[in-house]
T-cell receptor, first 114, second 110 residues
């Protein structure tokens, strides 16, 4: 079974630039999560999709972050414009359905904003 | 929302010894508690989980215990090996998003 795929693995941008991350969840998984993991901290949820609908985006900084999951499969997370404090690892995870089931994580995209 | 606290933040043990990591949660409605292992440069990987209707679960050298009354759960690793060295995260969920602890960096000294 293929895992959660993310790209790119690394990205370095200057502040005020824009950046996009891509995630392909495990086939058949209805729930998709984007997490932000700042160095030395646990993952923090940015947004959760159920199929192509948003379940929770309460912690997404909507003035600069946006995410979509067209057709309920792949997802993209965008930051525009980026700030220095956005430097983090962005993790995508998926699960068969939301709730108390295992979430599988991708390897993440390490973003450095300079 | 849920608040998950994890201790200790760092832990060093000799190879062959046991390691214990503890987490507390605040929301009594949380009903699923996974533990993840994260190696450098990789995403978190589930190593064991427990549901609220179970008090203990074991998988070879790894075990998890849950005390719903006290709202805490613990990860126990026995006979530690160098390859157990990683960052471990606990998490809790009421059925939607996962709330993660701040992580424990475990070092197993050969």
């Amino acid at each position: 079974e293929a895992g959660v795929a993310q790209s790119p693995r690394y990205k370095i941008i200057e502040k005020r630039q824009s950046v996009a991350f891509w995630c392909n969840p495990i086939s058949g998984h209805a729930t998709l999560y984007w997490y932000q993991q700042i160095l030395g901290q646990g993952p923090k949820l940015l947004i959760q999709f159920q199929n192509n609908g948003v379940v929770d985006d309460s912690q997404l900084p909507k003035d600069r972050f946006s995410a979509e999951r067209l057709k309920g499969v792949d997802s993209t997370l965008k930051i525009q414009p980026a700030k220095l404090e956005d430097s983090a690892v962005y993790l995508c995870a998926s699960s068969f359905h939301s709730g108390n089931t295992e979430a599988f994580f991708g390897q993440g995209t390490r973003l450095t904003v300079v | 929302g849920e608040n998950v606290e994890q201790h200790p933040s760092t832990l060093s043990v000799q190879e062959g010894d046991s390691a214990v990591i503890k987490c507390t949660y605040s929301d009594s409605a949380s009903n699923y508690f996974p533990w993840y292992k994260q190696e450098l440069g990789k995403g978190p990987q589930l190593i064991i989980d427990i549901r609220s209707n179970v008090g203990e679960k074991k998988d070879q050298r790894i075990a998890v215990t849950l005390n719903k009354t006290a709202k805490h759960f613990s990860l126990h690793i026995t006979e530690t090996q160098p390859e157990d060295s990683a960052v471990y995260f606990c998490a809790a969920t009421t059925g939607n998003q996962f709330y993660f602890g701040t992580g424990t960096s475990l070092t197993v000294i050969p």
